[in-house]
């Protein structure tokens, strides 16, 4: 008999900061009004990531929506989280904008599927939803147990902030220097050892690199909410 509970159920109730999953499952962020639709939503088996750090193994994570490795993972490392508290992902930008003048953007290198590419941002996608407005791997789907991955090449913080409106019109695949692909399995590794370059797990800091991230089948229940009820009709 399983004694550690992971076949039971989860349902969400959207209280985080960016609440990624809560809009993949186009969740009411209404508390009253999502748990309506919990209490008519579906059992669904789903894959969740699991990120490993190659030298300290014993510090794996599973993740549900969205990982990285690079300057979106540096952002998490460095926000304040009194600020964050206060701000919510707001913080988050702050400290993005901060960073294009104080990253260095090194490149280190992703292993996927017996290629190579040498990157300086990696988006690794369970879901189409990154944070806030955004979405960027928009082809990842919750139910295939493969990610999607992004990765940027450039080294030029000016230059990430000029994807932000093509981003926002969901054009960013046509940009040059932006690789989109599937698999369920990645590898990060770095060329240099410093400055160290460190990877996240659904916005939450990790561990600098190496680091492998994979897909693991059927690992969450999921309790998938069903539609927001209309509105009853008045006389």
């Avoid at 939503?41 to 990982?67: K, M």
């Avoid at 369920?184 to 400055?195: G, S, T, W």
Wanted: glycine residues 8%; hydrophobic residues 40%; aromatic residues 10%.
């Amino acid at each position: 008999m399983q004694q550690n509970g992971h076949r039971v159920p989860m349902a969400l109730l959207p209280a985080g900061t960016a609440n990624v999953l809560a809009k993949e499952l186009e969740l009411s962020w209404e508390i009253p009004t999502a748990a309506e639709q919990i209490a008519r939503g579906e059992v669904r088996d789903i894959a969740l990531g699991l990120a490993t750090p190659l030298n300290q193994p014993e510090r794996a994570r599973y993740f549900l929506s969205v990982a990285g490795a690079g300057p979106d993972a540096r952002i998490t490392y460095a926000v304040d989280l009194e600020l964050k508290a206060r701000m919510g992902i707001l913080a988050y930008w702050w400290q993005g904008a901060r960073e294009v003048f104080n990253y260095k953007f090194q490149h280190f290198r992703v292993t996927s599927e017996g290629q190579q590419r040498e990157v300086s941002l990696v988006i690794v996608g369970r879901t189409k939803h990154y944070g806030g407005p955004f979405k960027i791997t928009t082809r990842a789907d919750l139910y295939e147990d493969q990610f999607e991955f992004v990765g940027l090449t450039t080294q030029s913080g000016l230059r990430y902030l000029s994807y932000l409106p093509t981003l926002w019109f969901g054009d960013l695949r046509k940009e040059e220097g932006v690789y989109f692909w599937k698999s369920d399995r990645l590898v990060c590794e770095p060329i240099e050892a410093d400055p160290p370059t460190y990877a996240q797990v659904d916005g939450e800091p990790l561990t600098r690199l190496p680091v492998e991230f994979r897909i693991v089948p059927q690992a969450l229940r999921l309790l998938v909410p069903g539609p927001e009820k209309p509105p009853e009709a008045t006389d």
